[in-house]
């Protein structure tokens, strides 16, 4: 067995909504529309948005809105206390935008989960998610998050 070191880690990340991608982001999560890049040859749509293709490698050359509805892709039940939350356990989910190909949204959730395997496996099997903006937007990525509608 392995002697094992606790240690707290802190990650801060800033991010800078300016420049053309991500300003123009940005700026229509503030008007309540979730917008994305794509790329006329792979046809690939990205959230967030991105400035080149990564199968091409050219320039995104089109913006769309990806749309409100969501389906998850994958999910987590964090049993520790995230930084902001009141209290655990939190369910993160990664959903993607129904008209985007690639997706790159958190969820986070304070259900009362007494059984963590059972409730992951229901958190996932649902499909259908909706965008909800908050009230006052300010030009962020916490100005919306996907809840589940069935």
């Known amino acids: ?10 990650l801060r990340y800033d991010y800078a909504p300016s420049g053309e991608v991500a300003g123009r982001f940005m700026a229509g999560l503030k008007e309540g529309r979730i917008l994305a890049t794509r790329c006329s040859r792979s046809g690939l749509t990205y959230v967030p948005p991105r400035s080149f293709c990564e199968r091409t490698f050219e320039k995104c050359d089109a913006w769309v809105e990806a749309g409100v509805e969501g389906v998850i892709e994958t999910s987590a ?5 995230l930084r902001g939350e009141a209290k655990a356990p939190v369910a993160i989910a990664f959903v993607r935008a129904s008209r985007a190909r690639t997706g790159d949204r958190q969820l986070r959730r304070r259900p009362d989960f007494e059984d963590y395997v059972t409730r992951i496996e ?3 099997a649902r499909r259908g998610w909706w965008a909800e903006f908050a009230e006052v937007r300010e030009g962020r990525v916490t100005d919306f998050s996907f809840v589940c509608i069935d």
């Open 1 to 10: 067995m392995r002697d094992v070191i606790p240690t707290d880690v802190t």
């Open 77 to 81: 039940i964090v049993g520790a206390r």
């Open 122 to 124: 229901a958190h996932r």
